[in-house]
């Protein structure tokens, strides 16, 4: 059986109801310059090198889609993932495709269609991955080991070789990861009993803080430090189908939510796995709706454009054009 760790966490969720919102709507099929998607071979627009590109995982047809940012329009599509998951970039624009059932990490120049790496991460389900804006180092999460084993935090030194594994006492499941400015790392996940969990590893340290949080997260979602704050996903924000992101002030072992950006989508559902904050937007996948929002950040609500036609959206980045 595949192990697709998306598809078995909506299990837990209500069915999707109708509705919609009023957001500008995007379809995965339409492209500029009369480019036809071919799901066989990877493809790149001609312009997509000079472009802001939106990357999108999609575990429903093992493919990441590649848009143009902010507008939307398909640009590329990349092939030959087994279960692709989180996703992010470094400050050269680079991509990295977290590959969880392959358990492996590919680099990709952007707009390209080949890996210029292959990171293994063997005996591990690597779901999501941050780079150290300090050093270059690649945090990749690992959410188990073979065997139902504990989960790990994976440091690749430059993004390069085998990794370094951490393991944080009172996480067992990881989920996500995210690096703040200064080089220090902060992962989510569960705890062996099954509740939320949030810890931090100092730069250079070998030893988690763990962080306790003045509110209850039902489902970790995505972790990206926002420029000011850590933001902290619940895919069921007060356990019902809607998302939410805190706005987090880490001191020491204390994380105090300052904001509470809710996301929804008119009358439909929403599960969030992995958002991008770019600017004044959030981007993300929606399981239920099977597409992609721009929600204002950190304002929320309802998503000013909306990408339909994917099957599970998953994990979400921007890459800036050269």
Known sequence: ???????????????????????????????????????????????????????????????????????????????????PYGLCTDKEGDIFIVNTEAAEILEYKHGRTSPIATLGDSGEYPVGCSVDPTTGNLAVTNFQASGSKPGSLAIYADAKGSPTLYDAANVRLYEFCGYDVSGNVFVDGYTSSGSFALAELPKGGSTFTDISLNTTIYQPGGVQWDGKYLAVGDQYYDNRPEAAIYQVSVAGSVGTVVNTIRLTQGSDDVQVV?????????????????????????????????????????????????
């Open 1 to 83: 059986m595949r192990h697709t760790l998306v598809a078995s966490l909506a299990a837990l969720a209500l069915a999707a109801c109708g509705g919609g919102s009023s957001a500008t709507v995007a379809s995965l099929g339409s492209s500029e310059n009369s480019v036809t998607p071919d799901r066989h071979r990877s493809w790149m627009s001609p312009d997509a090198k000079k472009r802001d590109l939106l990357y999108v995982s999609d575990q429903g047809t093992d493919d990441v889609y590649a848009f143009s940012y902010p507008a939307g329009k398909l640009k590329g599509t990349l092939t030959g993932f087994n279960e």
């Open 274 to 322: 992995q958002f991008w904050k770019s600017g004044a937007n959030v981007i993300a996948g929606n399981f239920f709706t099977k597409s992609v929002g721009f929600w204002s950040y950190p304002a929320g609500g309802n998503p000013r454009k909306v990408i339909e036609g994917l099957k599970i959206p998953t994990g979400s980045t921007v890459s800036r054009g050269r």
